[in-house]
Each structure stands twice: as C-alpha cells, then as structure tokens.
C-alpha cells in the first residue's frame, strides 16, 4: 500500500486500514508478546489465563445495576421537586447491555468497564439534571458526567437519552 496514492476515493478505505495497522490488528503473536513482556515481566504474565489477559486489556461489557447505582452520584439542581432520580433508575434498568454499552461510552468514551467494574471508575459516574434547562443530554467524558435537561415525563427521559446515546458520533480513546 505504500504506492498507492490516498484520494478521495479511498480515503475511507486508507483511514481504516491505517487504524487496523495502528491498533495492532492482525499484529502476529509473536509480535504481541514480546511487546506485553516489555510490560508484564514473563514470569508474572504466565500466571494469567487467556480469559483474565483479555479482561485486563479490554475491561468487562457487563454492567450491573446494583453496582452501578452504589457508585453513580445522581443531582438535581433547581426549584421544584422532582421525581428524576427515580425515572432515570427506572430507564436505566430498561436498557439493555448494548445500550447501556453505548450510554457507557457516551459518559466515559469508552463502552467497557475497567477490571474492578463501577466502583474502579475515577471519577466515579456523576448524572446531574437540570431542572432550568432543556434539550438533549451532554456529557463531559474526561470527569465520567452527564449533563441531563429534566424532562417532564419519564417517557420523554428515556427518549432524549436513546436518541443522545444512539446518534452520537463518538471517537473512543484508542479506536477510530
């Protein structure tokens, strides 16, 4: 590929196949284990399974409720009261593990939990509503926090946050 000229025709093409090179797809074992060695010492990488290397390189997909709601701070900043805490508990617990992936990503900038689920992010989850503003959710991913306008129903919660988290185009830390 080194002769091929990048156009606009194939610039996708080259975009993509640039990242596979970058992110070590394809990269022959061998490769990759020297270059964990220089890393993990031989003697202490020997000790973990293939399943318990991949989970500390990739981090787990599973994203429990009850651990999640243990660590996550959730406020309400306005006047009234308001029963936003309770609705976002209840939409969360409707999701299911790819859209709370995706509502993961779109807090974090990344899909996965760290070994350690919930309780090792830092900062921990921070879901702030306010009551003053309207619109869509927005997220600050470098302090894992979520701006929420509140709604008015749980409905129109739940709707803003798949349409927020479902056509966000996002660039995760490490991947294209």
């Known amino acids: ?9 194939n610039r996708v093409q080259f975009l993509q196949l640039f990242a596979q090179f970058h992110l070590g797809h394809g990269l022959p074992i061998q490769q990759f284990a020297l270059g ?4 993990v010492p031989r003697e202490l990488l020997s000790i973990f399974t293939p399943q318990m290397l991949h989970l500390l390189v990739t981090g787990t ?17 306005g006047d009234s009261p308001h029963p936003l805490e309770e609705w976002w508990w209840e ?5 299911d ?17 760290p070994p350690g689920g919930c309780a090792a992010l830092s900062p921990s989850l921070n879901i702030v509503f306010s009551t003053n503003q309207r619109g869509l959710p927005t997220s600050f991913t470098c302090f894992n926090s979520m701006s929420i306008p509140a709604p008015q129903t749980k409905q129109e919660l739940q709707q803003n946050l798949l349409y927020a988290i479902r056509n966000t185009s996002a660039v995760h830390f490490g991947m294209v």
């Open 91 to 95: 939409v969360f617990a409707e999701l």
């Open 36 to 39: 964990i060695q220089d890393v």
């Open 1 to 9: 590929g080194a002769t091929i000229r990048v156009t606009g025709t």
């Open 61 to 77: 997909q599973h994203i429990d409720m009850d651990e999640l709601r243990a660590t996550t701070t959730v406020r309400i900043t």
């Open 97 to 113: 593990q790819d859209d709370r992936s995706l509502l993961l990503a779109f807090i974090t900038g990344s899909s996965t939990l």
